[in-house]
C-alpha cells in the first residue's frame, strides 16, 4: 500500500508561483512513475506532468514551459513547481502514483489562481 499526502496549493494571483509536494509513504517498489493531475470544476481530470522513476518527464501541452515536476526519492517526495500561474489552472490538484495496472491517488490540493 502507498499513501500520497499532497500539499502546498492556496490562492495566488495570476502570475505567481506556487510549488506543490506529493509525500509518499510504503513501498515505492512497484511504482513506474508519479504523476500530477489536475480537475477543473465541471471537467474531466486530466495529467498535467509525469515523472518515471528514471527520472523522464512529459507534460501537457498546456503546461510546458511553466510547470516543472521533481522527485526527491530519498524523502520519497515529488514536486511539482508552477510559474506564472494563469486562472485556468486553477483546478484541484492530485499526486498518483503508477502501478502500470492501476494506482495511487491522493486527496488532493486546491489551487485557485485570481485574474
Known amino acids: 500500500q502507498v499513501q500520497l499526502v499532497e500539499s502546498g496549493g492556496g490562492l495566488v494571483q495570476a502570475g505567481g508561483s506556487l510549488r506543490l509536494s506529493c509525500a509518499a509513504s510504503?513501498?515505492?517498489?512497484?511504482?513506474?512513475?508519479m504523476g500530477w493531475y489536475r480537475q477543473a470544476p465541471g471537467k474531466q481530470r486530466e495529467l498535467v506532468a509525469r515523472?518515471?522513476?528514471?527520472?523522464?518527464?512529459n507534460y501537457s501541452d498546456s503546461v510546458k514551459g511553466r510547470f516543472t515536476i521533481s522527485r526527491d526519492n530519498a524523502k520519497k517526495t515529488v514536486y511539482l513547481q508552477i510559474n506564472r500561474l494563469k486562472p485556468e489552472d486553477t483546478a484541484v490538484y492530485y499526486c498518483?502514483?503508477?502501478?502500470?495496472?492501476?494506482?495511487?491517488w491522493g486527496q488532493g490540493t486546491q489551487v485557485t489562481v485570481s485574474s
Open positions: 498518483n502514483a503508477d502501478l502500470g495496472v492501476g494506482g495511487y
Open positions: 510504503g513501498s515505492m517498489f512497484s511504482i513506474s512513475s
Open positions: 515523472i518515471t522513476s528514471g527520472g523522464s518527464t
